[in-house]
DNA sequence: AATGAATGAGACTTCATTCAT
DNA sequence: CATGAATGAAGTCTCATTCAT
C-alpha cells in the first residue's frame, strides 16, 4: 500500500513539475513557439515522457491554464471569504489578484498570452474558457457590492472589466518590462480611482 | 507619366493588400501559427511575391504593426484635436479607441495579441513597441485634464492604464465573442464609473 | 542596311556581355549557386532579357563553356602553328595554358570547377565535352613530337593527362590562393622535369 | 554493458552511413543540387535524421570531407611507411592513391568537385583546406626523396603538383567515363616518364 | 526588344509524435 | 514507466522562368 501512495506521490509529482514547466515555456516563448522538449528538459525528463502524462501539446495548455487559473482562484477564494464587508472583499481582491500573480511573474504573462489565442483554438474548444471563470467571480463579488449598497448601481460586469482589464494590463506592462511600475503601488492607485472618480473631490466628501 | 503613376498605385496597393492581409491573418491565428501563404492568399497573390515587398515574416509583422498603430494614432490625433475640453478629449479618446478598432474587428486581436509577444522577439527588438506610443499618447490627454484641473491629482499614467487596459480588454471579449456585449455602452458606462467612481452618489450630486 | 548591322552588332554585344557576365558568375559562386539575376545585373540588363538570348540557365552554361573553350583553343592553336619544331610546340602549349587563362582568372575557376559537373549534366548531355577537344589537342602535339623523334616512344595520351591535369591544378591553386606561387615559374619547372624526368641527371647527358 | 556497446555502435554506424550517402551524392550531383533528403534516402533514413547527426547541410559536407580525407590518408601513410627506400615510397604513393580512390570512385568525384568550391565557402571557412594536408604530404615526400639523393634536385612542391594534378585528372576522367582508360596502368606510364622525363632513351640507358 | 513583377515548385530545416528498447 | 532516436509533415524562403506592359 505505501507502494502504491508513493507511485501515486511520484505520478502526481511529475505531473505537477510538467505543467509549471509548461506554464514557464509557454510564457517564455508563447505556446507555438515552445517546444515540447523545452518543456520536457525544464522538468527534467526525457521528452517522449510528457506524453505520458498529455495527450498532446494542446492537452498540455489546455491543463495547465485550468490548473493556473483555478489553483489561483481557489486561494483567491479562500482569502477573501474572511473579509466581511463586500466592498473590502473587492479592493481585496485587486490586491490578491496583484500578489499572486506577481508572485510567479511567468504565470500573467502566460496567461494574458495564451488565454486569448487563436480563433481557431477557441472554436475547437468552445466549452473552455477559464478565464471566464475568474471573471465571473469578480463579477459575482462586484454584484454582492451592489446588493449590499456598498456601491453603487453600476453594472457589475462592466466593473469587473475594469478591474480584471486594468490589472491584467498592469501586469503584463510590469511583466515584460517595458517601463518600470510597482504593481501594488499602481494597484493602490486605480483603486483610490475607482472609489472617488476623476472628478475633484469636494472638499466636504471623502470619508473613507 | 499616367503609366507610371499606374505603377505607384499597383506597388502601393499590393503592398497594402499584403499589410492588410496580415493583420486579419495574424489576428486571426497569431503569428507563429499564421504561415506566409496563408496571408498570401487572402491578400489574392501567391506566396512567393510577399517576399517581393517584405524582407521576412517578421519583417511583415513589424511593418504591420507599425502602420496599424500609426495610423490609428493619428486619426484619433486629428478627431481629437478638434475637442477643446481637455476632459471632453478624454471621455472622446475612449469613444475613438472602440470606434476607429471596432471598425476593423482583426485590428484589436492582432494589436493586443502580437503586442506582447514573446520574450524572444521583444529582447531582439527593444527598440520595437509601437504599443508604447500610444500609451504614451492617452497619459498625455490625462496630464492635460489634471493641469487644467478638468480632473483631480492623480497619477495619469495610472489612469491611462485603466483607460487602455480596460477598453483592450473589452474589445478582446467582444471580438473573441466570448461574450456578447456592446462595446459603446460598455464604454459609456466606463465613462460613468471613472467619472463619479464606484461610490453611492450622495443625493445632493449632479445627476447625469 | 546600317541600320541592321547596328542591330546585329548591337545583338551580339549584349550576347557577348552575358557571356562574359556568366563566365564570371558562374566561375565565382559556381553554376548552381550563382542565380541568373547575378548574371543579368553584371550585364547591366535585366533578369528577363537573358531568357531572349538563352533557352534557360543550363543552355547558358553550355554555351559559355563552348565559347571559352573554343575561343582560347583557337588562339593557341593560331600560335602555335608559328613554332616549327614539335618539341618546342609542346612547351609553348604549356606556357599559353597559363597565360591564356591566368589573363582572365574567372575564367580557369569556371573551366575547372564547371567542366566537371553533375553526373546528370554529362548524362543528359554526352555529346557535350568541351574539355575532350582541349586534350585531343595536347595529344595530339605529343603525337607529333614523338613521331617526328622528338621525344620517345611514349603514351601521348597518358603525357597529355600529366600537361593538362597539372596545369589544371596549378591554375586551381593560384587562382583560389590556397597558396602564393608563380605559374609562369611553376609551367618552367614542370617543363623541366618533364624533359629530364626526376632522376638524377649523369654528368654527361644534357644538351638542351 | 552490452546494450550500452550496442548503442554506441548503431550511432556511430549511423554516423557513418549518413557519412559514405553524403560522399557519394555530394559527389553525384555536385554540393549545391544534391539535396539533404537524397542523402537521407541512399542512407536508409527519414529526412529529419540527418539533422540529428549534422546541423545542417554544410556542416555534412564539411565532416564528410574531413574524414574522406584524412582516413585515406592515414591508410596511406601507414602503407607507405613500409617501404624504405624513399624513391620506391613516392612511387608507391601514386599507386595508393589510384587504389584507395578508384576503390570507392564517388570519393574521387567528391574531393576534386567539391574541394575547389566557391569563394563563398572558403572565404567563410579559411581554416578549411583538407586537401592541403593532403599536397603537404606528398611535398614531403617529395623533399625526402631529394634528400636522400634519390632523385635531383627539384622543387618539391612542383612535382607534388604534377602527381597529384595528374592523378586527380585521370581519376577524374575514369570516373566520369570521359573515355576509357585503365588507371593502374596510366599511373604506371606516369611513373616512367617522371624517371626518365619525356627524352629519348640513349642506348647506353638503363632498361628498366 | 526589353523589362521586372509575379509565380510556384522545391530546398532546407524544425518539431510534435511514436515506438522499440 | 521512462527514454530518446527516428519520423515525416509542414513552414519559410529562394529563384528559374514567364508574360503583360
Redesign the pocket.
Known amino acids: 500500500m505505501k507502494r502504491h501512495v508513493k507511485?501515486q506521490t511520484?505520478?502526481t509529482d511529475?505531473r505537477r513539475a510538467i505543467l509549471d514547466a509548461a506554464v514557464e515555456v509557454f510564457a517564455r516563448h508563447g505556446f507555438s513557439?515552445?517546444?515540447?522538449?523545452d518543456v520536457a528538459e525544464k522538468a527534467n525528463?526525457?521528452?517522449?515522457?510528457v506524453?505520458?502524462y498529455f495527450k498532446?501539446?494542446?492537452d498540455l495548455l489546455i491543463q495547465a491554464m485550468n490548473e493556473i487559473i483555478s489553483s489561483r482562484l481557489a486561494e483567491i477564494k479562500k482569502i477573501i471569504s474572511h473579509e466581511i464587508n463586500s466592498l473590502d472583499r473587492l479592493y481585496k481582491m485587486i490586491l490578491l489578484h496583484v500578489e499572486l500573480f506577481s508572485r510567479n511573474p511567468y504565470v500573467v504573462k502566460f496567461m494574458v498570452s495564451e488565454w486569448r489565442q487563436s480563433d481557431d483554438f477557441y472554436q475547437l474548444n468552445p466549452e473552455f474558457n477559464p478565464f471566464r471563470e475568474y471573471l465571473d467571480y469578480v463579477t459575482s463579488l462586484c454584484q454582492e457590492a451592489i446588493d449590499t449598497g456598498s456601491i453603487g448601481k453600476l453594472n457589475p460586469r462592466t466593473l469587473a472589466y475594469i478591474i480584471v482589464g486594468t490589472m491584467d494590463f498592469v501586469l503584463t506592462q510590469w511583466i515584460t518590462k517595458c517601463e518600470p511600475l510597482d504593481p501594488y503601488l499602481v494597484a493602490d492607485e486605480v483603486r483610490q480611482i475607482l472609489r472617488h472618480g476623476v472628478h475633484i473631490p469636494k472638499p466636504e466628501a471623502d470619508g473613507s
Chains 1, 2, 3, 4 share one sequence.
Do not use: F
Open positions: 507511485r511520484d505520478k511529475k513557439d515552445a517546444t515540447i522538449n525528463i526525457a521528452g517522449g515522457t506524453y505520458l498532446n501539446k494542446e
